[in-house]
């Protein structure tokens, strides 16, 4: 470990890869794709810095998010290049806040074990439809509302019926995701921004996102409720 001119800490790549939670062959894969900037030499030996690491996180962060490298490739392509490491820990929270566990691709009989039955072609197609399921490179990923998509399975409910409810969903549901992004970005990021911040402020903004993100979910759950109840009580005063 070593120090620049400013007095920032350096790390070898093997430091950089411990602290960072990857493996030395794994940080040197992402630096050669262009994840991870050039290091700074001294004589033979390569050093990272805090930027170093803050882009390493964010690759992994969107990794373990389900994102693919293309995808975080293109996202970080779009960075500008003096972006501090406050910023891009505040683009890391942005990003990772509304997503939940990683998404996993499946073989067909890992899906059908997770699922607790088999599953045939059609079985697989309503899964798809009602967003349960995605059709992945070589298999398929389980998305979590898998055992909602496979309860509907078992429903004497039409086809059709079952399709239009899960196009609603997804049509309410992206609205509302684009909307609270929004909020958060406006009313959340940008004042912060706007201030001068340490690295431990762009932490505990980070993990204000992640509660955040729990108790925005629980109220559009607690919302909804509220709203087919409305509903239901409407249809009982006009009956």
Wanted: charged content about 30%.
């Amino acid at each position: 470990m070593g120090e620049d001119a400013d007095g920032e800490q350096l790390l070898t790549i093997d430091e950089l890869a411990a602290v960072t939670r990857t493996t030395v062959r794994t940080t040197r894969y992402y630096a050669s794709l262009g994840l991870v900037p050039p290091p700074v030499r001294r004589g033979r030996v390569a050093y990272y810095g805090a930027e170093h690491r803050a882009r390493l996180d964010m690759v992994r962060a969107l990794q373990e998010h389900g994102f693919t490298l293309q995808a975080i490739e293109r996202f970080l392509a779009g960075l500008p290049a003096d972006a501090t490491v406050e910023e891009l820990a505040l683009q890391r929270a942005m990003l990772t806040s509304w997503t939940g566990q990683p998404a996993v691709e499946l073989t067909r009989e890992e899906l059908e074990e997770r699922a607790g039955r088999s599953l045939d072609e059609h079985d697989l197609t309503m899964l798809e439809k009602v967003g349960s399921i995605e059709r992945g490179a070589t298999g398929y990923v389980a998305l979590p509302s898998l055992r909602v998509g496979v309860e509907l399975l078992d429903l004497d409910v039409p086809e059709d019926a079952v399709e239009a409810a899960g196009e609603a969903i997804r049509r309410h549901m992206t609205a509302l995701a684009d909307e609270l992004t929004e909020v958060l970005r406006e009313g959340v990021l940008a004042p912060y921004r706007r201030a001068a911040h340490s690295p431990e402020d762009a932490a505990r903004l980070e993990r204000t996102m992640s509660r955040l993100r729990q108790l925005t979910l629980e109220a559009v759950v607690a919302g909804f409720q509220r709203a087919a109840n409305a509903v239901i009580a409407r249809s009982l005063k006009q009956g």
